[in-house]
């Protein structure tokens, strides 16, 4: 296979990949269970050669322009509606709250709304809407991921919304089902969060294809006590 042939050499060819691309090659690497290297974080005045670097992306299905992860088609299983399985790929930047992160995406800052959960207030204008229960909700989230993390984005039927904040399923890596419980619960933040007992779930249509299988993972993890059920507080009341 042509990327497993380019794995063997990475680490060599390592330093002419552009800097902003590095960790984009490296989990496509990644995903096709080649080695990962260690990429160093730089700025870097070469360049890798074009025709090179293109072939190995559009050998994985990623659009060398855009970085897109074309999935190849929709899922509809266990969902409320069919979404598309292409991914975009960005790297974070910092942890907003228990829903809500900025991230870097072809340049440019954006930040990104975890859609089909909601957790407790912690950075309201209004102080008195902030609680415990949210700090701890965007502590764990900041525990769990950090700056420079490559993530993947998956959209429902709406991309923004009246914030113009993007509105996501967040993927920590791509699965192999997209509609497998547990992948959801491992790999999406915001099946992860409602499965951790961090997050309610709430179904704002038109973009709740995934909530059946969140309030499945949510209740779940109400009835283990995990999260900030641990103590038996009606934390979500309001939410």
């Not at 949210?134 to 959209?155: R, T």
């Amino acid at each position: 296979m042509l990327v497993r042939a380019f794995a063997g050499t990475f680490a060599q060819g390592c330093a002419l990949v552009p800097w902003r691309c590095r960790w984009r090659f490296a989990a496509c690497l990644r995903d096709v269970g080649a080695t990962e290297p260690t990429l160093p974080r730089r700025r870097s005045s070469t360049t890798w050669p074009p025709e090179a670097y293109d072939s190995v992306l559009s050998a994985l299905g990623v659009d060398p322009q855009t970085g897109a992860v074309e999935g190849g088609g929709e899922v509809s299983e266990g969902l409320r509606h069919p979404v598309q399985t292409d991914l975009t790929p960005v790297t974070l930047e910092r942890v907003v709250d228990g829903d809500t992160i900025v991230v870097e995406m072809n340049g440019t800052r954006e930040r990104v709304r975890l859609i089909g959960i909601n957790t407790p207030e912690s950075i309201a204008p209004e102080q008195e809407r902030n609680t415990e229960e949210g700090k701890d909700a965007s502590s764990f989230l900041e525990a769990n991921v950090e700056a420079g993390d490559c993530l993947w984005l998956m959209f429902d039927t709406d991309v923004t919304d009246r914030y113009d904040r993007l509105l996501a399923y967040v993927w920590t890596a791509v699965p192999d089902d997209f509609t497998d419980p547990d992948e959801v619960a491992a790999k999406m933040l915001n099946g992860f969060m409602a499965s951790e007992g961090y997050a309610v779930v709430h179904a704002y249509k038109p973009n709740d294809a995934y909530c059946d299988i969140l309030h499945d993972l949510a209740d779940d993890a109400e009835a283990a006590g995990r999260g900030l059920w641990a103590d038996g507080s009606d934390w979500a009341e309001g939410i």
